[in-house]
């Protein structure tokens, strides 16, 4: 009898071994020369990074901020005079120190004198209410925060209740010059306050600004903290808009991988001359954090701090004489860039790499991305428990950029994945599931939150991530959707994702949002609120469109239109909590 060939002479490839340990089948996926697995004791501590950095590139500039650079050299100066100040005060390693600042040279200053003395870096967003922050301050222990005058009243407000003890205070053109005149700073700082009124009323008795307190600590000779690479760097809170916000514990080892990770892909793929990107994204978030101040940092990069990416038109008049490289948004940013005519127009000839983070991107604004700039967007995937980066898309920049495909990419050298069924059990290639992480940017835990901590990293090291992914047989990704936004329409699964996804296809959809409704025979229906880009649409058309995409039960019952622009957090993420 003659043999003939089935389907097993080449089994599908499995996300497990049979023995347990996990097939990185996406390595065959990297671009030849990209490294599997990075050093994780290459480093001992981000100042020990900082100073190779400042080293290598010490005569280039390193940030930019309305209009002016500051070179790596004075950044090196200004940290180890605030580094000295921060000394002479008391602060010492382990202490958390609480910066509250948008994007402006205030912030890297203060980050790296921060690391420097071996305390640790709370990252606070700026836009907080009183009450977060209170909480924040209260939660960390920080006893010493750095803040931007304009949000001093807050401030003054949330201080109740917590061991702030120092006050450092600052205005957006202090840093501007070193010059004791610094008539452009003073010029900025004056308009601010008096013409705009941006800053209100406050009281915090006992403050030093910024200026003196680096006057004082040029006169101290800063000793370097002896840190460790399990020393905690960051507590990252994340987590506030499902409950309580939590401080994610990263450690001098997660964040320094997670930048040889990232750099990894990079390897030969920006040139030696100076790179500039575009930061957009505020520093205090992770992603902004990692990968525009850290990573490009060490590539020598040039790096416009925007610190108020949703006005546009401003935003527009910081790029006009820029000839940027690299840009990092969310999907929302990049959809109010290709919305002004006046980016539309700019030449994009020095562009080679625009970064997508943070939210799923959208096939429509992918695709109006690469019409506009003849670049494709790269998309990644991570999460502030990781540091953040887990997967990111193998691009290499010396040939045709592939088209949108929806995955987020594959995961990084030195990570694991892996999917996880309801059951606890791993899922198969193309078998739905959770996502789950093991490697050396993952998290030490929550801050004080055992409990917590417990719930999302098992015993073997693996981080539940709550989202919902697929992988294919090369070991690309795709999210889903997370797995608390998941609608359940008659038994099945719908994912907001995807019906965003399809209604922003339609070209008089601004912005949209899926959400589930209770419904009495379904359980759930799909309701989707919609900011017009045209008056002209109607309930009518977006269902129309919808019929062609989307299978009846994914297909919008509740659809709502809006004036306004959709809540979003401070980075653009749509709320959709907010929404339900």
């Given at each position: 009898m003659t043999q003939t060939a089935t389907a097993h002479a080449n089994p599908r490839p499995s996300i497990v071994n049979p023995d347990g340990t996990t097939n990185r089948i996406w390595l065959s996926s990297y671009v030849e020369g990209v490294v599997h697995d990075i050093d994780v004791n290459k480093y001992r501590s981000l100042t020990?990074?900082?100073?190779?950095?400042?080293?290598?590139?010490?005569?280039?500039?390193?940030?930019?901020?309305?209009?002016?650079?500051?070179?790596?050299?004075?950044?090196?100066?200004?940290?180890?005079?605030?580094?000295?100040?921060?000394?002479?005060?008391g602060v010492k390693k382990g202490d958390r120190v609480a910066i509250m600042l948008p994007n402006t040279f205030q912030y890297p200053v203060c980050l790296f004198a921060v690391l420097r003395i071996g305390a640790i870096v709370v990252n606070?967003?700026?836009?907080?209410?009183?009450?977060?922050?209170?909480?924040?301050?209260?939660d960390s222990g920080a006893e010493t925060i750095i803040v931007m005058e304009n949000f001093a009243k807050t401030l003054q407000e949330a201080l109740p209740g917590t061991n702030v003890k120092r006050i450092v205070l600052t205005q957006i053109g202090d840093l501007l010059s070193d010059s004791v005149i610094n008539a452009k700073g003073r010029l900025l700082n004056f308009v601010i306050r008096k013409v705009q009124k941006m800053v209100p009323e406050y009281k915090l008795p006992g403050a030093i600004w910024i200026r003196d307190a680096l006057k004082a600590g040029s006169k101290v000779k800063v000793k370097d903290a002896e840190v460790h690479p399990d020393d905690?760097?960051?507590?990252?809170?994340?987590?506030?808009?499902?409950?309580?916000?939590?401080?994610?514990?990263?450690?001098?080892?997660?964040?320094?991988?997670?930048?040889?990770?990232?750099?990894?892909?990079?390897?030969?793929?920006?040139?030696?001359?100076?790179?500039?990107?575009?930061?957009?994204?505020p520093l205090y978030h992770i992603f902004s954090l990692t990968v525009n101040c850290l990573i490009f940092m060490a590539l020598g990069g040039r790096n416009i701090l925007i610190a108020n990416p949703r006005d546009t038109k401003r935003v527009m008049m910081i790029l006009k004489n820029e000839n940027f490289s690299g840009i990092t948004c969310v999907n929302t940013l990049y959809a109010s860039f290709l919305d002004d005519p006046e980016f539309r127009k700019r030449n994009f000839s020095n562009l080679k790499l625009a970064v997508s983070g943070g939210m799923a991107l959208q096939r429509s604004i992918a695709e109006r991305w690469k019409e506009v700039t003849?670049?494709?967007?790269?998309?990644?995937?991570?999460?502030?428990?990781?540091?953040?980066?887990?997967?990111?898309?193998?691009?290499?920049?010396?040939?045709?950029?592939?088209?949108?495909?929806?995955?987020?990419?594959?995961?990084?050298?030195?990570?694991?994945?892996?999917?996880?069924?309801?059951?606890?059990?791993?899922?198969?290639?193309?078998?739905?599931?959770?996502?789950?992480?093991?490697?050396?940017?993952?998290?030490?835990?929550?801050?004080?939150?055992?409990?917590?901590?417990?719930?999302?990293?098992?015993?073997?090291?693996?981080?539940?991530?709550?989202?919902?992914?697929?992988?294919?047989?090369?070991?690309?990704?795709?999210?889903?959707?997370?797995?608390?936004?998941?609608?359940?329409?008659?038994?099945?699964?719908?994912?907001?994702n995807e019906i965003e996804d399809v209604v922003a296809m339609h070209p008089d959809v601004k912005e949209v949002a899926a959400v589930?409704?209770?419904?009495?025979?379904?359980?759930?229906?799909?309701?989707?609120?919609?900011?017009?880009?045209?008056p002209s649409l109607t309930k009518e058309s977006v269902l129309e469109?919808?019929?062609?995409?989307?299978?009846?039960?994914?297909?919008?019952?509740?659809?709502?239109?809006?004036?306004?622009?959709?809540?979003?957090?401070?980075?653009?993420?749509?709320?959709?909590?907010?929404?339900?």
């Open positions: 020990q990074y900082f100073d190779e950095c400042m080293a290598k590139f010490r005569d280039r500039p390193g940030f930019v901020s309305i209009g002016t650079e500051l070179m790596n050299s004075r950044l090196e100066r200004l940290v180890k005079e605030f580094a000295g100040w921060l000394q002479s005060q606070v967003n700026p836009l907080y209410t009183a009450r977060e922050l209170n909480h924040q301050l209260k905690l760097a960051f507590l990252q809170y994340t987590g506030g808009t499902t409950g309580v916000s939590k401080g994610a514990m990263l450690t001098h080892r997660n964040v320094l991988t997670n930048c040889q990770q990232a750099l990894a892909f990079a390897e030969g793929q920006l040139t030696g001359d100076t790179e500039t990107v575009v930061t957009p994204l003849g670049n494709s967007i790269v998309e990644g995937y991570g999460l502030t428990e990781c540091s953040p980066i887990v997967t990111q898309a193998p691009v290499d920049l010396k040939k045709p950029q592939p088209a949108f495909t929806g995955s987020i990419g594959v995961p990084v050298p030195s990570t694991e994945v892996r999917i996880r069924r309801e059951d606890g059990s791993w899922a198969e290639i193309d078998e739905p599931g959770e996502l789950v992480v093991r490697g050396p940017q993952v998290m030490k835990g929550y801050w004080n939150r055992p409990e917590e901590t417990a719930k999302v990293i098992d015993p073997e090291g693996w981080l539940a991530t709550g989202d919902i992914a697929v992988m294919d047989e090369k070991g690309f990704l795709k999210i889903v959707d997370r797995k608390k936004d998941m609608i359940l329409v008659s038994g099945f699964n719908v994912y907001p589930g409704v209770p419904d009495e025979v379904a359980g759930e229906r799909v309701k989707v609120i919609i900011v017009p880009r045209s469109h919808c019929r062609k995409y989307l299978t009846g039960y994914k297909i919008p019952r509740v659809i709502e239109f809006r004036d306004t622009e959709l809540p979003k957090t401070p980075v653009g993420k749509i709320l959709r909590r907010e929404l339900r």
